[in-house]
């Protein structure tokens, strides 16, 4: 399963979009609300989670993706329960942050020795990383991405570390994705 984690202030198009994305290209995903079922974005377009994090018991997952936004990203950070569920599973699972939810990751140490980007200005709060001017950057199990304008090229990066590099440009192609 693959999970998108929304708290309150999330960027809606870094859900949504890898959300979309991922759906389309036949992945199991379901949104987590990490401060409430129902949960309002940065730009107060409301949405309905799938399940809360009090009721995520999948004991491995195969990505766990963050969402960026103020103060979403803040709210991320503040959940001792998803950041636990970050570590735990940082050897096992691909972990996915773009905008400012890499520097959750960095905070964690999650980013040591690993190329990564963010939202500029976030850059010294990617702990540990090689930092990378790039619109999206996978190393290993780790994919991030810099920001809104970039939800869709992160969204496919994911579907290409998962099933190939012919899915994700397939569906770039069905998708009218230049």
Known sequence: MFYVFLAEGFEEIEALTPVDILRRAGLSVQTVGVTGKRVRGSHSIEV????????????????????????????????????????????KTLLCAICA??????????????????FPGFESELIGAQVEPDGVVTDGSVITGKGAGAAADFGFAIVEKVKGKQAADSLRQTMCYQ
């Open 48 to 91: 309905t989670a799938d399940i809360e994090l009090t009721e995520l018991q999948d004991p491995s997952p195969e990505a766990l993706i963050l969402p960026g936004g103020m103060p979403g990203t803040k709210n991320l950070a503040a959940s001792d329960t998803l950041c636990a569920l970050l570590k735990a599973n940082q050897e």
């Open 101 to 118: 939810a890499p520097s959750v990751l960095g905070k964690l140490g999650l980013l040591k020795g690993k190329k990564a980007t963010s």
